[in-house]
């Protein structure tokens, strides 16, 4: 049985009269990584922030580890770990000081288990230098490496890869991949880099005006199981006229991205019965392949082609 660490149960939270989030219910599993997208204003941060413990909420229920976040929030905050907006460090300071500091808050934490998250992160041979020499890719691991500290069950971040170049966006994906997948974390992650979202993370939940409007496995993407597919259809290009009126009147969505090749977007078991219609109208059809669906393309979809993301 897949073990929960976070769930959250019809989250809602105004501000004013504004209501920012609105019946959220979420999970996420240990082991995988969850990605959290949103257009700007859809609540994804906010939903962050009250899973983190920075904001209050007006109903519903967040636990964590089997923990009520409210009722029992020490004991539920004892199993996260976060990285939530610009994390502080003392910049004259050591990365390595920096985190017998930050040990010494959190109690119990033994002095091995400092050089064990430098080596984690990949810091242990510049733990030694002034955080202010770092680079952002640099700071951004010194910083997992004090959410991981207390040893959390649950990981929450919010914009990791802001910032970072290719190289350093690599490094974390990789670093996230393995506290996941080896470490059996539960990992909640928030970006604006959609690809690299896809790459990362195991399954993604999309919000959009305080609501989330579908959750999905990444595989899915490129297996073809989500409801809508993008079909490739090849036909002679003497018969493309012909083959245009029959895709037009079966009313699905098409793109023709070259002469006689006409990519087609229609729920999956329509992509057979589109073919027989061309078939029966004397199309010749010479290749018929499934387009693997992006996460952008799946974002657009779930959004209607909503504003740019958080």
């Known amino acids: 049985m897949e073990r929960i660490v976070l769930t959250l149960e019809k989250?809602?939270?105004?501000?004013?009269?504004?209501?920012?989030?609105?019946?959220?219910?979420?999970?996420?599993?240990?082991?995988?990584?969850?990605?959290?997208?949103?257009?700007?204003?859809?609540?994804?941060?906010?939903?962050?922030?009250?899973?983190?413990?920075?904001?209050?909420?007006?109903?519903?229920?967040?636990?964590?580890?089997?923990?009520?976040?409210?009722?029992?929030?020490?004991?539920?905050?004892?199993?996260?770990g976060g990285i939530v907006e610009n994390p502080e460090m003392y910049k004259e300071l050591?990365?390595?000081?920096?985190?017998?500091?930050y040990a010494r808050v959190q109690g119990n934490v033994p002095k091995e288990r400092i050089d064990e998250v430098l080596k984690l992160v990949g810091l242990e041979k510049r733990a030694d230098e002034k955080v202010k020499r770092y680079s952002l890719g640099m700071k951004q691991r010194i910083s997992l490496a004090q959410a991981l500290l207390h040893r959390p069950k649950l990981l929450i971040l919010d914009e990791p890869t802001n910032g970072l170049d290719p190289a350093g966006i690599r490094e974390l994906r990789d670093i996230l991949k393995s506290l996941a997948h080896n470490d059996g974390i539960g990992i909640m992650v928030s970006s604006h880099q959609l690809a690299e979202m896809q790459l990362m993370c195991d399954r993604v939940a999309i919000i959009s005006n305080g609501r989330v409007l579908g959750e999905f496995k990444i595989?899915?993407?490129?297996?073809?199981?989500?409801?809508?597919?993008?079909?490739?259809?090849?036909?002679?290009?003497?018969?493309?006229?012909?083959?245009?009126?029959?895709?037009?009147?079966?009313?699905?969505?098409m793109e023709m991205s070259a002469p006689g090749v006409f990519d087609v977007t229609l729920p999956k078991p329509e992509s057979s019965v589109l073919l027989k219609e061309l078939v029966l109208a004397d199309v010749r059809v010479t290749g018929m392949t499934t387009l693997q669906t992006s996460l952008e393309q799946a974002f657009l979809e779930i959004t209607g082609g909503g504003s740019s993301i958080e």
């Open 11 to 80: 989250v809602r939270k105004s501000f004013g009269k504004r209501l920012v989030v609105d019946n959220v219910d979420l999970e996420v599993k240990a082991g995988e990584i969850l990605g959290f997208l949103g257009p700007n204003g859809a609540g994804k941060t906010t939903t962050i922030k009250i899973a983190t413990g920075f904001l209050s909420l007006d109903g519903g229920k967040v636990t964590i580890c089997g923990h009520d976040l409210i009722r029992d929030y020490e004991k539920a905050m004892q199993h996260v």
């Open 94 to 101: 050591t990365g390595r000081t920096n985190l017998i500091m």
């Open 219 to 253: 595989e899915s993407l490129s297996d073809g199981s989500r409801a809508k597919n993008h079909i490739r259809y090849i036909v002679e290009a003497e018969d493309q006229e012909n083959a245009k009126q029959v895709i037009e009147k079966s009313g699905h969505e």
